[in-house]
């Protein structure tokens, strides 16, 4: 029993223990940014103003940049682990698809725009 109370830290110790480390700050603020980009753009392709949907389109870029940071700063630290290698090739395997579907479709709104 006296070897119990020993281990355990004192009330003043525990005072001085912050609840959360770190690491789970920041992954909570960047899981918060990330709900907030979803929003964003949420707002953004049901904004019917264009006005608005400017405004949104800032607001989601600005909480886009601040979540990259971040992630950098996380990436940097080793608190979130990335992908390997070989994830990353399809990634970007499939963003360069993706950006190859955007060009035609834009190219194909603009021919029946005009």
């Not at 609840?19 to 929003?39: F, G, H, N």
């Not at 953004?44 to 979540?67: A, I, K, W």
């Not at 080793?78 to 190859?100: A, F, R």
Request: a neutral charge.
């Amino acid at each position: 029993m006296q070897q119990q109370q020993m281990n355990q830290p004192s009330n003043q110790q525990m005072q001085h223990m912050p609840i959360l480390q770190d690491p789970d700050i920041v992954y909570s603020y960047l899981a918060d940014l990330k709900r907030t980009a979803r929003e964003y753009t949420t707002a953004v392709t049901e904004s019917n103003c264009p006005e608005v949907r400017q405004q949104f389109e800032q607001l989601l870029q600005s909480c886009l940049q601040m979540q990259g940071q971040v992630y950098q700063l996380m990436s940097q630290q080793g608190w979130y682990n990335t992908s390997s290698s070989v994830q990353s090739q399809e990634i970007m395997k499939q963003i360069t698809t993706y950006q190859q579907t955007q060009q035609k479709t834009q190219q194909l709104v603009q021919k029946f725009v005009q």
